[in-house]
T-cell receptor, first 111, second 114 residues
């Protein structure tokens, strides 16, 4: 089983739609979790951290389910500018590979 | 304030050559990490340095090496280049190394090996 798995998509949604991505991780000792956003041919940028209590930042909501070992990202009222690849990141903290990235989920918001 | 800066932005090399990529972290950040990203994949961890010491090493051959300087800048060296080394090489800095580590990436070096 891969350390971090994501559905690669693409998810094609109309403007204004709500879309959700899931990401599963294999190491139950994982310490912290993040979502990064990567635009085409650009560097990844931190979107938000993910906490057990869940967290919200405007139209974006992230949730963590430690029992089932998955994290989710919900985007409400999608904008054209939300079109990007969303990378799930898990911090193992210990061992040789501190932060592990998923392959990313591609989102296209269409007018 | 300047973000993470990487040089060069693009590089073309031939098989068997050697390459050195450079990275300057955000001021005050003591941790630098290197990632390789192939088109359509997520970034793959290569190395992390914190306070000038290697903190982690990913699953890459010994042809890959790195170091961090007293001013916290870093170099990634790749020897005996192979076609498969063609990728975007990303450098990221963070304030701390650990559970609450948040990475800030440079815009990367696009390496093409012919």
């Amino acid at each position: 089983r891969k350390e971090v798995e994501q559905d690669p998509g693409p998810f094609n949604v109309p403007e204004g739609a709500t879309v959700a991505f899931n990401c599963t991780y294999s190491n139950s000792a994982s310490q912290s979790f993040f979502w990064y956003r990567q635009d085409c041919r650009k560097e990844p940028k931190l979107l938000m951290s993910v906490y057990s209590s869940g967290n919200e930042d405007g139209r974006f909501t992230a949730q963590l389910n430690r029992a089932s070992q998955y994290i989710s990202l919900l985007i409400r009222d999608s904008k054209l500018s939300d079109s990007a690849t969303y990378l799930c990141v898990v911090n193992l903290y210990s061992g040789n590979t501190p932060l592990v990235f998923g392959k990313g989920t591609r989102l296209s918001v269409i007018a | 304030d300047a973000g993470v800066t990487q040089s060069p932005t693009h590089l073309i090399k031939t098989r068997g050559q050697h390459v050195t990529l450079r990275c300057s972290p955000i001021s005050g950040h003591k941790s630098v990490s290197w990632y390789q990203q192939v088109l359509g994949q997520g970034p793959q961890f290569i190395f992390q340095y914190y306070e000038k010491e290697e903190r982690g090493r990913g699953n890459f051959p010994d042809r890959f090496s790195a170091r961090q300087f007293p001013n916290y800048s870093s170099e990634l060296n790749v020897n005996a280049l192979l076609l498969g080394d063609s990728a975007l090489y990303l450098c990221a800095s963070s304030l701390v190394a650990g559970a609450d580590e948040k990475l800030f990436f440079g815009s990367g070096t696009q390496l093409s090996v012919l």
